[in-house]
Each structure stands twice: as C-alpha cells, then as structure tokens.
C-alpha cells in the first residue's frame, strides 16, 4: 500500500565474532526484526541493521588462541552471525562487518572530523582495562579478588595498561550530555538504566583513550599508523557506516539518520548512552531517538556468556520447538528490559498454551468445521448479534491500537499479551456459541458464527506476522489472503473475508511439543 507513515531505522548491535552466537545474541537480533516487520507491515519505510564487531584485542586473542589469522578467525565467525539470521527468519536489510573497507572509510573519517574539531589530543593511558569487555575502568568501580586480582562489576579480569594513546575530550560533553538526558526523557530506556547512566555522567567523565599500540588488529589511525583505533569508537561508527557516511548526503544517510531504535543489552549501555552521542556531538552530527536497553537471559540467575561457559544454543531451541515457537517464546516470556532465567519447562508450557492450544486450536478448529459443514467455502457474513459484533470489535478495531503502543515502547511481552487476550476471547466465544451444536438446530447461525471466526482468524494472523512469520504465512494462505493484502492496512472491514471462496482441508500451523522429549533433549 503507498500510505507511507515515513522512515524507521533499527540497529542491534554487532556481535563480537570470539565465538559462536548463543541465545542471548538471538534475542536482541529477534527483538529487532520484530520491530522491524511490524513497521514495515505499518506503513514504514524501515531500514534494519545487524552485523559483526570484528576488531580488538579480544578477537586477537581469540584468533591466537585457535592458531589462525584474525581475518580468518573473523570470517568463520561472522559467516555463524549471517547464518543464523537466516535460519532465524531475520529480515536485516543490510549485514555490516568492521572489517569491510566501507566500514574502515567510516570510523577514519569519524576521527578525522573530532580531530578537526579539537576533539582528540595524543597522551599517555595508564590505567586497568578488561579486554572481556572491551572497556576501561576506573580503580574505584573494581574489586579485588582472592588472588590479588582485579574484578570488574561485570566480572571480567582487569589487567594494567600504559600506553601511548589518543584521548577523546569526554570530560567536555558532561554538561551537555546531562542536558540532552533531560530535555529527552525517553532518549535512554528503560527508566532504570536511565538512572544508571545519567548517575554515571554526574560522577564526572574523565577523557577517554580511542587509541591502542600494543597489537595492530584495528582500524589504523588517519596519519599515525603506530595507532590502531579503541575498538568501541570502531564499533559504534558502523551505525552510520551502513548509510553511507561520511557522505552525509547519501541518500540513506539523509532518509534514515537519526536511528529511532539502538537496541542494546545492558551490559554496553554506558558505551551507547554516553560514548556514542558525545562522539556525536563532538562530530556535528544529530543523536539516534532512543538507546533501549534490554535485559539478560541467565542461567541460574548467571548471565549467559560463553565466558561462564553456560550458554544455550539457538540451534537447540529451533530443533525442539521450531523457529515461529521459538522467537514467540523469547519475547513472550521474559517482560522486555527485565532479565530472564531460562527454563525448559517454562518454554514447553507457554508455547502449548498460548500457540498450539491458543491461537493455532483456534484456527484449526473453526477452519475445519468450514471445511466440513460449509462446503469447503467460507459462508456469507450473517446479521450479526451484539456478541459477534463485540469480538469483532475487539479484534479487528482495538488490538492493533495496543500492540502498535506496546511496541512503539518496546513491550513485546504487552503486545503479546493483548494479542493473547484477543485469541482467548475468540476461543470462549467458539465455545459459547458453540457452531456444533447450531449445526442441527440452525444452520444459518452456525454459518453466521463461523463467519465471525474466520474473520477474527485472518484479522489475528496478520497481527501476529512479526512475531512468527512463517506460521502466520501459512495461516493467511490457508485463509486464501492474497500476497498483497498482508499489511495492517488491511485489518478494516474492507477487506473482510469474502463468502464463497474455497478453501483446503487445515492443516495445524503450531504443533503441541511433547514434555517428556523437550526433556530427553535438554540443552548442555
Ligand atoms: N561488540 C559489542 C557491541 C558493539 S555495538 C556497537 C558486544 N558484543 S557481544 O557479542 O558481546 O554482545 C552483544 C549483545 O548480545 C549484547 O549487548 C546483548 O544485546 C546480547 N547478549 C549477549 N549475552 C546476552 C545474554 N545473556 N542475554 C541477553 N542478551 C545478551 O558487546
């Protein structure tokens, strides 16, 4: 449909190739395509975002530790990013590595510009510096271990650094910062990570050293090649990369800068909540809209990271319970900024519920009746009664409204919920009217119900699009929903279900996983 609603533009944040992606990883990809796919079915002109972070020490020691080159060591794990997206249904419309020379072009010329500025100055660091992290630390944020060691509050090891280093004038962008913090209150969410970063600022920001000399594997420094670049100034430069940068005139750079989304995990908020948009300024360029920070899944109350070495593989969740299942189940579950304790059984009750005995119960049962007592054609819409019209309402006027809120607030879990509230009242009217029994006393209401479901079906199966795309894919073409009547726009009763077009027998679009084997496979 032409009605453009305007540009969206939605990042995740690339990945470190160090090893394999876990769930964790997933999840924020999942999350984003979700955004992506419900704005892009809402009239939005949407650019999506994802890719690989492939420089630094700790991808060195990485590609050390295995006896390869780090280029080589990259190009293995990034083609596992770009693999899975696939198999994810990830719909990115772009996939950037840091080690593409667009991407070398971006962050050079990034540096020259805050060099231009009077923004960098060259210096000596000394101080601690968690290569886990990527990310240096003041003394009083550490703690020491047993062993003498120092810990920072993520719980990676510190080791001391001195080098010769360029400094970014951080220092500089307290003040302004604190003010960018409160003049957009929705700039940073949620509220909680708000407070975090916005106490950190008022701490006070020492300047920040961008530069290292102790291995080579970065991005080199314009005009110091002694220097490769810090690999966060690296990374975070990739969010303009993709749109053409440094030609702030590309078309891409024009339509989709500022982002609307940076999606990120709270672990790297403070990089993209006060690094990111101090380089920003610094460099004349406008701020993204939002830095949305989401929550963990843990093991045990543990983050999952491979550096525990208690991670789950995406691959795992797939095989048991299939990809639709898998990313309704990671959104669903866990209230969206909150971490979550990942559970087996938890996963097997909630997709049961809510897809197989939910949503897909409910399309398999009224198709099949259409099927069996209307002739294989959907029947004619009837008089409708105050209960037809009353779900009708709900589902085809109201719940768009509130999941198009949830999400543009990053609820998945409220949307869903909505959604879920919707396919009960479907199912409770299914078994108040209870078309089986019409079938003999009243043929023509057993006809006007079916109507009425079928209708309910097509409007939810549209809704729910973003979120399982392949199931609901399946769903709108056993309903007969031509290809180019798929967007939201089309959840009006213009478009209703049309009486007298033929349909197949259903088939079960969210098969019931069975316990005892979710079980028997349990993850390592
Ligand atoms: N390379 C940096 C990001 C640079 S962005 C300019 C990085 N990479 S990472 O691979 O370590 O993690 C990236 C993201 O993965 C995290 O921010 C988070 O979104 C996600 N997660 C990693 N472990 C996670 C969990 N256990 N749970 C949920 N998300 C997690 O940091």
Redesign the pocket.
Known sequence: MSDNKGSYYITT????VNDKPHL??T??TVACDVLARFKRLDGFDVMFLTGT?EHGQKIKQAADAKGVSPQEHTDFFAKNFLDLADVMNISNDDFIRTTEERHKKAAQALWSKLQDNGQIYKDSYSGWYAVRDEAYYAEDELTTNEDGKKIAPSGAECEWMEEESYFFKLSAWEEPLLKYYEDHPDFIMPQSRKNEVVSFVKGGLRDLSISRTAFDWGVKVPSDEKHVMYVWID??T?YITALGYPDINAEKFKEFWPADVHM??K??IRFHAVYWPAFLMAADLPLPKRIFA?G??TIEGE???KSVGNVISPYDLIEKYGVDASRYFMLREVPFGNDGDFSEEQAVTRINAELANGLGNLAQRSLSMIHKNCEGVFPEQGALTAEDSALIALIRDDLMGHMRRELDVQKFHEALRYFKMAVDAANGYIDEQAPWALKKNDPPRMQAVLYVLAECIRCLGLAIQPFVPSAAEKLLDQLKIPADQRSFAHITADYAIKGGVEIDKPEGVFPRIERSEAKEGQAA
């Open positions: 944040p690339i990945y470190y964790g990883h999840y924020t972070d990374a975070l990739n990120v995990g672990d790297i989401h963990w899944w983050k999952m990271s």
